[in-house]
């Protein structure tokens, strides 16, 4: 017949794509080994993959950039990852050098952003450094999707106090 895998069923609502009808009748195209299963994804462009758990994942998040109804656009940041506790967003902290022209001198400070991580970015942990894109509000203070994830080498270092520029 065709090849659909539903999702966990974990929400009260009912999870499935959108762009994705589940009732057809019928499957056109290749059938056996080689057909693709029925699951919607994308290229986002700007130079960064699409991760594999996006395309041959089962989740369902309306917020992804690689399988929901969000677009990049407007600015590129990286940031390392302070905080993972909230479900699909973590914080991440910017670390930047102001000058003070009275002291001819850098005072540095930091920025605590929210930021809605994908499920497609499994083992995300505090102290990697994640590449964020903007996009349209997605929650009163989430702005920004992770696009990208470089694990930390470093695990035993306290990050919430580490300064560090990209």
């Known amino acids: 017949m065709c090849d659909f895998k539903e999702a966990d069923q974990t929400e009260k609502a009912y999870q499935k ?9 019928r499957v056109l195209g290749k059938k056996g080994k080689n057909a ?14 699409t991760p594999t758990e996006a395309i041959e994942g089962a989740y369902i998040d309306k917020k992804c950039p690689f399988t929901g109804n969000v677009s990049i656009r407007g600015r590129i940041l990286k940031g390392m990852v302070v905080s993972h506790k909230m479900k699909r967003t ?16 850098f005072c540095k400070k930091h920025t605590n ?15 990697d450094v ?3 894109g903007q996009c ?27 300064f560090r520029v990209f």
């Not at 693709?36 to 986002?44: A, E």
């Not at 930047?96 to 001819?104: D, F, G, N, P, T």
């Open 17 to 25: 794509q959108d762009a994705i009808f589940i009732g057809r009748k």
């Open 136 to 162: 349209r509000p997605l929650a009163k203070t989430v702005r920004f999707n992770v696009i990208e994830h470089q694990p930390s080498a470093n695990k035993a270092v306290n990050v919430k106090k580490m």
């Open 36 to 49: 693709k299963g029925m699951r919607f994804h994308k290229n986002i462009g700007l130079g960064f993959k």
């Open 130 to 132: 994640v590449t964020m």
């Open 90 to 105: 973590i914080v991440v902290r910017r670390d930047y050098l102001k000058y003070v022209s009275k002291y001819r001198r």
């Open 113 to 127: 952003m929210s930021v809605h991580c994908s499920p497609a970015f499994q083992n995300v942990s505090e102290g």
